[in-house]
Nanobody, 117 residues
Framework: QVMLVESGGGLVQPGGSLNLSCAASGFTFSSYRMSWYRQAPGKERELVARITSGGNTNYTDSVKGRFTISRDNDKGTVFLQMNSLKSEDTAVYYC???????????WGQGTQVTVSS
């Protein structure tokens, strides 16, 4: 059974930090590209950061220099370290796993991040 379980969300003040985790099971984690998406109220889901199976990363412009994605293949976990948080980072954050051949993709249930004073 495939599972992606996010944790680490919560309420934080502007300028604060959070570290999200996504624990994967039921598939060969190291072979998958892992991503974090987010969806704010009334907005479409957007890509935040992604890391390939080889460790290459990319980020949406609005989080560059503030967020860092990483992965631990031994533990089957992907992380998103979020620093200097802003109110516009408020959203539900989702973990996503994707493999091209054969095509497979999975979503987690999401974790709420609220940045507010």
């Amino acid at each position: 059974q495939v599972m992606l379980v996010e944790s680490g969300g919560g309420l934080v003040q502007p300028g604060g930090s959070l570290n999200l985790s996504c624990a994967a099971s039921g598939f060969t984690f190291s072979s998958y590209r892992m991503s974090w998406y987010r969806q704010a109220p009334g907005k479409e889901r957007e890509l935040v950061a992604r890391i390939t199976s080889g460790g290459n990363t990319n980020y949406t412009d609005s989080v560059k220099g503030r967020f860092t994605i990483s992965r631990d293949n031994d533990k089957g976990t992907v992380f998103l370290q979020m620093n200097s948080l802003k109110s516009e980072d408020t959203a539900v954050y989702y973990c996503h796993a994707r493999k091209i051949l054969p095509r497979r993709e999975y979503w987690g249930q999401g974790t709420q991040v609220t940045v507010s004073s």
